[in-house]
């Protein structure tokens, strides 16, 4: 029921900047937490950063002070705003949606946005 279309990837060089988009669309009302995902060639998909409904942050020890994750509730919509890429930083990037209904959890994925960070 919740569409997550993600935007803003594309190819930087190293110690560039992207920002990063996830719009939601849908039955919306009831998404808690937002959070992005990335997943590397040949490695599993790991987390990146997650933001509650009311703003609390949580990241992965490797974009610490690099990555910004950031909500905006009235446009549905959750940012990733990454700096000093490296090249480590390349994979698929996806948003991820928390929801509850009827004391259920559910989760719904983007289908990603490439990030390439190259020389």
């Known amino acids: 029921q919740v569409q997550l279309v993600e935007s803003g990837g594309g190819l930087v060089q190293p110690g560039g900047s992207l920002r990063l988009s996830c719009a939601a669309s849908g039955s919306i009302f009831s998404i808690v937490d937002m959070g992005w995902y990335r997943q590397a060639p040949g490695k599993q998909r790991e987390l990146v950063a997650t933001i509650t409904r009311g703003g609390n942050t949580n990241y992965a020890d490797f974009v610490k002070g690099r990555f910004t994750i950031s909500r905006n509730n009235a446009k549905n919509t959750t940012y990733l705003q990454m700096n000093k890429l490296k090249p480590e930083d390349t994979a698929v990037y996806y948003c991820?949606?928390?929801?509850?209904?009827?004391?259920?959890?559910?989760?719904?994925w983007g289908r990603g946005t490439q990030v390439t960070v190259s020389s």
């Open positions: 991820n949606a928390e929801k509850w209904v009827n004391g259920l959890q559910y989760d719904y």
